[in-house]
């Protein structure tokens, strides 16, 4: 249960931080993948109130792929900042827990049975976010 909201409030400051950028956001760009993480929050924020672990897994899903989107294609200083910090926090969790809390809350439910090495990824997305934000050309 601990555990349950720990990644709720993850998940509620997250998405307070999300609003906020999109709402300040300039770039259509920016605010199409920003709104894509939003998107991913609501559903697990739903799939948590309804204990659905597919419907947290889905929000897993779609938080990876607006972690990649969000590294490799935001634009605006403050977006890319933010998508780092969440890297540093993903990675850090990870450590910490020996798992992605994701797999932990939804008692490692898949939709998808595909063994990605998130770490690497993970990794390789921190230096080209960083590079990014020190290089924005």
Known sequence: MYMIKNILLICIIA???TLYLYK???GSYDKKILLFMILGQIICFY???SKNNKIIELSHIIFFISII???LFLKEKYNKLYVLIVLIVTVISRIIFHNCLFSI???NTK???IKLPHGLIYNFL???IIYRIFNPN
Do not use: D
């Open 126 to 128: 921190l230096i080209v």
């Open 47 to 49: 799939g948590y109130y």
């Open 24 to 26: 300040k956001s300039k």
């Open 69 to 71: 989107l969000g590294s």
């Open 105 to 107: 809350v939804n008692k």
């Open 15 to 17: 998405h307070i931080i």
């Open 111 to 113: 939709l998808i049975n």
